[in-house]
């Protein structure tokens, strides 16, 4: 199977600081999170709110989803974690 991306859903973790959205390999779930320092890097303004951080994801969704699928043909956890070192 292939990963995709067919539920929109995202939601910020304030403890860990990062954004968590899912992914899935036909029938099973992969859990991404996009840390804070990684999501900075795909905007120039980022705005350190809540809001902030999901409208920064939304708006760098296609790119993080494609570091997502690179991450996730390296190592396939059901859990993965997108550090500022994976997006460039």
Same mark, same amino acid.
């Given at each position: 199977? !292939?990963?995709?991306?067919?539920?929109? !859903? @995202?939601? &910020?973790?304030? $403890?860990?600081? @990062?954004? @968590?959205?899912?992914?899935?390999?036909?029938?099973?779930?992969?859990?991404?999170?996009?840390?804070?320092?990684?999501?900075?890097?795909?905007?120039?303004?980022?705005?350190?709110?809540?809001?902030? &951080?999901?409208?920064?994801?939304? $708006?760098?969704?296609? $790119?993080?989803?494609?570091?997502?699928?690179?991450?996730?043909?390296?190592? @396939?956890?059901?859990?993965?974690?997108?550090?500022? $070192?994976?997006?460039?």
């Amino acid at each position: 199977m !292939s990963l995709t991306f067919p539920n929109p !859903s @995202r939601s &910020y973790d304030d $403890a860990l600081d @990062r954004i @968590r959205f899912i992914g899935h390999d036909g029938m099973f779930q992969i859990a991404f999170f996009v840390e804070i320092d990684a999501l900075a890097k795909t905007t120039k303004n980022l705005v350190r709110t809540e809001a902030g &951080y999901l409208e920064a994801f939304d $708006a760098a969704r296609s $790119a993080i989803e494609r570091v997502a699928l690179k991450a996730y043909s390296r190592d @396939r956890n059901s859990m993965i974690v997108l550090r500022a $070192a994976d997006m460039h």
